[in-house]
């Protein structure tokens, strides 16, 4: 690949968007509505441009120079010699370009789709500055080959989340939420800088000595690299030796941040309520890119992830864990974002599941599917609160099918891709969870747990589809809903197509037995087959993909099937047998989300805050006042010192200047006399 | 008649070559004459053709030191028989003054107006201290070097006094001059000295001289050092910078952002040149005393600059503090390039933000004083939300957060001192910057601040100008440009240091 | 080296001591005998009459930096008319240009009215 091509095509991706949010940010008040409309979806949809070429570039390019890192500008370099220089790198290689396509494609949607939803919101041109500041953040974060470009872009899309969120800062909750994403979000950062330093101090050059060989180079100690280049710091993750609890403690801290972003267990109560944000930002951010930017991360990091096994393994149970977990709580919740945001967090919970047991192909191979059907379920239910008037309570809906038909159908289609049966989520989740037999910690215990998340998923998907669209309405506004505008229909229609087809296309032909997404791995895998990577993932046998397939499709339509049963045409309650003193505490579990918030609030922010009332009131006043008033009353003593001397006459500065330059001048010539 | 005739003379004389490397300031010196002259025939109510005038005669020179950048070369050479540099370190300094001059002449005639000072000489006088600046930038030579400080000196002497019917206008000047001509005593006695030791007036024949082993000469360290005490007046360095409030204060805002900044710039270039280059040889007696002053100019800056009340002198006290940490890239400049890097970019920085502080408050001061009290900022966010902008983001430059071109002028000279093992130097730095911190975001809040119900609006701002307001905003875009697109300057000053001294082989 | 200075740390100690002892001797041997006239400011014997910070006209001083402006100006051209012949046209030039400034200088404040006396 052309090295000048690529550079010039990722500058393209890269300078498209930032430049459309400076012009909504700066002009788009003074130049209106229309103005804003057309810069903000047209930058995004020319970045997509941009990547297609990119993808035709990659899918052309000879075996073994499908990967090029090229240098888009010296940022800071002091000289030769010196390690203190950052540049902008960017690789262009399979994973960049798969999420790049994430990014821009279902981001271009999005936007488009947007044009309608904030047709009335005087703050749209805000609105479309955030939203292509944060495709430009995101699209720095996974093209950058050095990683205080990478920690930029990430901070970048928190950033954009942040202010998303709070877009409608006049409302407390959302000022709230907004503040509750980017406290999470900096643990985050912060654990990823933390790694920064840790790989900038410790990663050597010194060849990798296996344990009992004699190895003279090591001996002498490691040459240490001190840089942040991903490529060189891939190229030598091996240094460190293996198991090594350096590298143990790093991937510990890159999953800690990934697990911030992607809303994992104990990070992921920040999710739910970022649903205050537009829906248009739920969707694109809180759906279909930022939250998977962990399992980008992991997937990125994967030559570091393979040589620490305990760290890839905590991930993916950590992974499978919050998977099962938000599943459960999806199961009560009565608000038709939150129900969509603790699904997403669920699925993120299966790619980090993937990811962290080396199945990185497959992960990102569901990030994809689940962008697609995650985002049509969020704009289709964008549809629903736009008709609805911002009512967002499903006990308030029902018997929307009648009443906007292609929305139904199209969210039907996400469920279903959702659910795991016939679209979508039905190829990537079975391919992702086949994996899970043969690999991980105690396999296949994981598996066993995410074939369950499947009966969840299936149960929660359906519980949503069957109380929001069927059934009779159950409040006035239901039953004067209407379908939406044409510009809010095309993009939902567009992601039902690609729900529907994208894995029936990705896998083709479809056979049950050897059951492997052929076009995905091959073009996926020279990424995470390399020279340098350790071993990854095995894969299951033909006939144990096969029967895994059977069994998670199985579990799924049970899950639909039960779910269909209980909630469509019927009212919305949990069933009787749930009521009673037996189980009844299970409802309750899931409805207050597992109590993590009121545990956080009693472990953490109650003891803080009173913490907080012990500094102020006692230790603030009394320890800290007293030497920080000596500090300042020593400066301002020393600052009027000073300007007592500053008398104004001109005889005190002249003489003043004639001692010191007597003193400098006299001191000098006997210290000269001296070495003399 | 004979015997004269007899003497060995050198007949050769200066030709074409020479007249090229001093091109730069030879249209600036022939605008001052010609600006002079057209005072007398243009009418006084187009006065701002002057100012027309002076900017083209800046540009005019601009794009010539431009040209001389590549025209140079890399090595550069001198003219004129060794006593002016034709190298890229005067055409980079030379750019630096030229645009900082060009600023001034922008927000010149509006606020010369509103206080009933727009007469013709201004433009005059701003041309001929900017000559001055351009020679001494390039000086090799101790006369020229002498002769370029008297030069921009005395047109500086004149501007600080150039509201006449003000005293403290008047006071500034006096004081200016009397403490200007005392430091050019000091400075005239350390070239003798130098002069007196080495037998020669030319930087790279000093610099031949010193560089020979031999016994050390105490003499010849004393010149040394009486030379750095005069530059270090000029860039307003403690413990010689007395004059510094009082003058900022006194003069004119328009000529304090002038002086405060080329004044500056061309003075620290000369010291590079003739410190870090001629004198290096020496470097172990003077590099202590150098960093005296660094640490004294920033102790005494900062501290001071904490309780003031006033704007201009928080800004005076606050470039005595900046010149200190220049002098740390110059002290450490011998034994390590970046060093001299450093000094050169936070030079620029220093330039760009600090013309573009003053400018804001030059645009803002209106009919009567000037705005000077902290209390005139009171709010002024809520009526000219750009201009405080920029003041703010100014502010912070000075202060050294980043993304702004002070942080990355701070950054440099204190990468350099740890690079040159002088680990304290930088602690004395940050630690003082930290310092530093509070009074610029003192000033900074202090727009912010709403007015009690019903009081007064405290100052009575005038409108901005589109030439106010146009500078103003090209400062602070400078600002933003110099702290991101490091790169940029940071490959320019390298350049410009390649050839500080050049014939010095 | 240092050494070589050494007549002339000795010449300022003689100095020092004469300037210092001669008043020094003259207060301790001299009779003090005061009067009114002899505590006046020495005027060259005309009795003062009024302050001595008096202010002087300015066109006084204007007329005194000309005088030195167009003295050193002549000053300038007389070893410069040793040796023009050597330097030739450079030489007329560069001292036509020099004249040619001073005298614009003259222009301008002859035209500011600098020269004429209120």
Redesign the interface.
């Known amino acids: 690949m052309n090295p000048t091509v690529i550079a010039g095509l990722s500058a393209t991706i890269l300078l498209l968007p930032i430049l459309g949010s400076a012009l909504c940010g700066f002009l788009g008040v003074p130049l209106g509505r229309r103005f804003v409309n057309w810069v903000g979806t047209v930058s995004i949809g020319l970045a997509f441009a941009a990547v297609l070429v990119l993808l035709a570039l990659l899918l052309h390019a000879p075996q073994g120079h499908q990967s090029s890192t090229v240098v888009l500008w010296n940022w800071l370099s002091l000289g030769a010699g010196s390690n203190l220089g950052v540049s902008v790198n960017v690789t262009v290689d399979a994973l960049s370009v798969w999420m790049l396509l994430v990014i821009t494609g279902v981001g271009f949607l999005i936007h488009v789709y947007s044009v309608g939803y904030m047709e009335h919101d005087p703050g749209v041109a805000r609105f479309f500055s955030y939203m292509n500041f944060f495709i430009f953040a995101m699209a720095l974060l996974v093209l950058a080959a050095n990683m205080v470009i990478l920690i930029i872009g990430w901070a970048g899309v928190a950033l954009a989340s942040y202010l998303l969120i709070g877009f409608w800062h006049d409302r407390r909750s959302a000022a709230v939420a907004a503040r509750k994403a980017m406290i999470t979000q900096v643990i985050g950062d912060v654990a990823l800088v933390l790694a920064a330093f840790l790989i900038f101090v410790n990663l050597g050059t010194a060849p990798y000595c296996p344990p009992g060989a004699h190895c003279p180079a090591a001996a002498g100690g490691a040459q240490h690299l001190h840089t942040l280049n991903l490529p060189q710091i891939f190229a030598h993750a091996s240094s460190l030796g293996p198991n090594s609890p350096t590298l143990t403690i790093i991937c510990i801290l890159i999953a800690i941040g990934a697990f911030a972003k992607s809303a994992q267990f104990p990070l992921h109560t920040w999710l739910p309520d970022a649903m205050e944000g537009p829906t248009p930002v739920s969707a694109l951010i809180h759906a279909a890119t930022m939250v998977t930017a962990g399992v980008y991360l992991i997937a990125r990091f994967h030559p570091l992830f393979d040589l620490a096994p305990v760290a890839a393994g905590m991930v993916a149970s950590v992974g499978m864990g919050t998977s099962i977990m938000a599943g459960f709580i999806a199961l009560s919740q009565t608000d038709i974002k939150r129900v969509i945001a603790y699904s997403t967090m669920s699925q993120i919970g299966l790619m980090i599941f993937a990811v962290g047991i080396g199945a990185y192909a497959a992960g990102l191979y569901h990030l994809m599917i689940h962008a697609f059907f995650k985002a049509l379920l969020f704009l289709a239910a964008g549809n629903v609160i736009h008709t609805m008037h911002d009512e967002q309570d499903i006990r308030q809906m029902g018997g929307l099918q009648a009443r906007m038909r292609i929305t139904a159908w199209s969210f039907l289609v996400g469920s279903l891709a959702l659910g795991g049966f016939l679209f979508g989520g039905m190829f990537s989740k079975e391919d992702l969870l086949g994996f899970g037999t043969v690999n991980g910690p105690a396999a296949p215990a994981l598996y066993i747990v995410g074939v369950a998340v499947n009966v969840l998923t299936g149960l929660y998907a359906f519980r949503l589809y069957g109380v929001t669209f069927t059934g009779e309405p159950r409040s006035d506004l239901a039953r004067h809903a209407h379908e939406a505008r044409r510009v809010m229909l095309i993009p939902v229609v567009i992601l039902a197509a690609l729900a529907a087809v994208a894995g029936w296309v990705l896998q083709w032909p479809v056979t049950i037995a050897g059951f492997r997404p052929a076009f995905v791995d091959a073009f996926l895998n020279p990424v995470f087959h390399t020279a340098v990577s350790g071993p990854i993932a095995h894969e299951p046998g033909a006939g144990l993909a096969g029967i895994g397939f059977v069994i998670g499709t199985g579990l799924s339509v049970i899950g639909i099937a039960v779910a269909l049963r209980i909630w469509v045409r019927r009212d919305l309650d949990a069933p009787a047998w749930f009521r009673g003193p037996i189980l009844g505490w299970l409802p309750r579990l899931s409805f207050h989300k597992l109590y993590i918030d009121e545990l956080y609030d009693a472990l953490l922010v109650r003891p803080g805050y009173a913490l907080a009332r012990v500094l102020r009131r006692t230790v603030e006043p009394e320890v800290m006042d007293g030497w920080v008033r000596g500090v300042t009353g020593v400066a301002t003593d020393f600052s009027a010192g000073i300007r007592s001397v500053q008398t104004g006459l001109i005889r005190d500065y002249a003489s003043i200047m004639v001692f010191f330059a007597v003193a400098f001048t006299v001191a000098l010539i006997i210290a000269a006399g001296l070495v003399h | 008649m004979s015997m004269?005739a007899g003497l060995p003379?050198a007949?050769a004389?200066?030709g074409g070559g020479d007249l090229v490397g001093l091109l730069p300031e030879v249209i600036v010196a022939v605008g001052f004459?010609a600006l002079?002259?057209m005072?007398?025939v243009v009418p006084p109510s187009r006065r701002s053709w002057l100012a027309g005038a002076t900017a083209a005669v800046l540009a005019g020179a601009f794009a010539m030191s431009v040209w001389g950048w590549f025209d140079a070369g890399p090595a550069g050479r001198t003219v004129y028989f060794g006593a002016v540099a034709y190298d890229r370190l005067s055409a980079f300094v030379n750019c630096v003054v030229l645009v900082s001059s060009l600023v001034t002449v922008m927000i010149s005639p509006g606020y010369l107006n509103r206080r009933g000072l727009h007469h013709g000489e201004y433009y005059a006088l701003l041309l001929a201290a900017t000559v001055g600046m351009m020679l001494l930038d390039a000086a090799t030579s101790l006369m020229v070097i002498f002769l370029a400080i008297e030069l921009l000196s005395i047109s500086l002497y004149i501007l600080s006094g150039f509201a006449r019917d003000e005293e403290r206008s008047q006071e500034a000047a006096?004081?200016y001059l009397?403490?200007g001509s005392?430091?050019s005593a000091?400075m005239l006695f350390g070239m003798a000295l130098v002069y007196g030791e080495t037998g020669h007036t030319q930087l790279a024949q000093i610099a031949l001289a010193m560089s020979h082993p031999g016994?050390?000469?105490?003499?010849l360290?004393?010149g040394v050092?009486?030379m750095?005490?005069g530059f270090a007046?000029k860039v307003s360095a403690a413990?010689?910078h007395?004059?510094t409030?009082?003058v900022y204060q006194g003069a004119p805002v328009a000529v304090t952002t002038f002086m405060s900044v080329a004044t500056k710039v061309a003075a620290f270039a000369v010291l590079i040149r003739v410190f870090d280059d001629a004198f290096a040889s020496y470097y172990a007696?003077?590099s202590?005393?150098v960093i005296?002053v660094a640490i004294i100019s920033m102790v005494?800056g900062n501290?001071?600059?904490?309780?003031q009340t006033s704007v201009k002198r928080m800004l005076a006290y606050s470039g005595i503090a900046q010149a200190g940490y220049i002098l740390i890239g110059v002290a450490v400049g011998v034994a390590v390039?970046?060093g001299v890097q450093g000094a050169l970019y936070y030079l620029a920085a220093y330039a760009v933000t600090n013309i573009g502080a003053f400018a804001v408050v030059t645009v803002m001061s209106g009919h009567g004083e000037d705005l000077d009290s902290y209390d005139h900022l009171r709010g002024l966010w809520f009526r000219r939300p750009y201009v405080a902008a920029a003041l703010g983001f100014f502010l912070l430059s000075l202060g050294g957060f980043p993304v702004t071109a002070g942080f990355f002028g701070k950054f440099?000279v204190f990468?350099a001192a740890i690079a040159a093992h002088n680990v304290a130097l930088a602690i004395w730095g940050i630690g003082t910057s930290a310092?530093s911190i509070f009074y610029y975001l003192r000033v900074a809040l202090l727009m912010f601040q709403r007015r009690e119900e019903g009081e007064e609006q405290p100052y009575a701002w005038p409108r901005t100008s589109l030439l106010g307001g146009g500078a103003v905003a090209a400062t602070a875009a400078g600002t933003l440009i110099l702290g991101t697109a490091?790169?940029l300057l940071?490959t320019v000053v390298?350049l410009a240091q390649a050839g500080t001294l050049p014939g010095a082989t | 080296m240092l050494s070589d200075y050494a007549p002339i740390l000795v010449f300022l100690g003689v100095c020092v001591l004469f300037g210092a002892g001669v008043p020094l001797l003259s207060s301790l041997l001299g009779p003090r005998r005061p009067s009114a006239e002899k505590d006046l400011p020495y005027e060259s014997g005309i009795v003062p009459v009024e302050s001595a910070r008096r202010r002087f006209s300015v066109s006084f001083y204007v007329t005194a930096m000309l005088f030195i402006v167009f003295d050193v100006e002549s000053i300038f051209l007389f070893p410069w008319a040793t040796i023009v012949r050597q330097l030739r046209v450079f030489g007329v030039v560069e001292m036509g240009i020099f004249i040619l400034v001073l005298l614009l200088g003259l222009v301008y404040i002859w035209a500011k009215g600098a020269l004429t006396w209120e």
């Open positions: 004269i003379l007949t004389t200066p004459v002079m002259l005072d007398l006096i004081k009397l403490l005392f430091a000091f016994p050390l000469d105490p003499l360290v004393g050092i009486l750095f005490v007046f413990p010689f007395f004059w409030p009082d007696h003077w202590s005393v005296a005494v501290l001071a600059a904490l309780t390039p970046l440099l990468a310092v490091v790169p940071l390298q």
